[in-house]
Structure formats: C-alpha cells, structure tokens
C-alpha cells in the first residue's frame, strides 16, 4: 500500500532528525512509504537537516513552502504533491512507538477504503493525530484539513465532522502509536479569540459533513448535527 506520512516542521532539525529516525526504523518494509517534509523557505537550518535527512533515508521528500497562514495548508498542499491511498499526520515532537505500524495502517484502509482514525498514543497524552484515507480526502475537496487555524482546532474540527458523517467518535488503530512530546508555540495567542471562532463556524462543520457524506455514499443520522 501506499502510504504518505505528512511532517510539517519548522526550527526543530533536532527533533525532526529523532522523529524521521524512530518511524523509519519500526516501518516494517511491507509498504511503500514516502516521509513528505514540509518547511518553511525562511527556515535555512530546517532546510539543510531535511535534505541531509533526504540523502540518507530512503523514501524522505522535501518540498519548501512560502510560510503559509495555517498549519492544516502544510497537509494539505503536501497530500496534493505526494498523493497515496492513505495520509498520516506526524508532528515532529513525535516518536513511533509501535513496530510494523505501516502495516497496522494499511490492514485498517483494507477493512475500510473510506476511513479516517487517530493514531493511538503512548502515556496519558491522548493527542489526535488523523489517519486519513484517499477516500476521505477527495469527498472533502481535497482536503484534510481546513485552512483557518495557525496551529491548534483543526484536530478537533476534524473529530467533529468525523462524528457527524459516522455516528461515532474516531477509532484509534491500535498498532499504530506514537508518543506525543509537544513543545510551546507562539503562533495562536488569543485562544478565546480562537475558541470564539470555532464555535461560531460549527455551520461550516454541518456543511463540510454533509458533503462528506453525500460524495461517500453514507446517510448521516438524523439530528446528529444539532446536539
């Protein structure tokens, strides 16, 4: 199967170098995976780690953005350029910590082509890391995610939908885990400002479900949108 795993990064060549060396090294060689870097052109630092990373690990690209506005842009540009039949976000303060977690992934789009699932995580941090098949991608336009926030909400955005297509919360795959070691940002500080702003755009919530739904098939539930 083919597999993208998406790595925006940015001032952390360090952490990036870990991250790409723990997933490589428990990939379980069954599948082919591409390790599509996404930066920053005014991140020179970033840049040289990631082509030295490229030259040295097979199946790493790198692709240089002008600085976008939203972290969900990264994902969604890079999935445009590296196209598979499933998309996992990495952030790069993670490390894999399940072996043979390509495979794991790739026995969950079998089951179910049009599915979206968290990766499971390590410890008591319950972060949301999407699993997003091909499917799911071109019944939203293309997207994984939206192109509204700097950094956090667009997670639970996701869940959301996701909940209002399925009638259910996303599953998590089992043998696809990582640890989440997130670090401070600076990039959304007006988090009422933000809050405000997510829950006021829940129509375009309904909207994007709907879609959804519509282009794969599925009949949402009755009144799910409204509690």
Known sequence: MKITAIIPTRGRPNMLAGCLHSFTMMQSREHQVTYAIACDRDDPETISAAFSLQARIPGVTVTMFQRLPALGSYHNETAKLQPAEVYCAIGDDTICASPKWDAAIAEAVTANPNGLWWWSCEGDRQAIYPITSEAWRVANDGRIFTDLFPF?????WLREVAVMVTGQDVPRIPG??????????????DLLFWDDFFNQ????????AQKIAANLGIEMKPGLAET
């Open 176 to 189: 696809a885990k990582l640890i989440d070691c997130p670090t401070p940002t600076n990039r959304m500080r």
């Open 152 to 156: 956090w909400f667009d997670d639970v």
């Open 201 to 208: 755009t829940r129509p375009a919530r309904l909207n994007e």
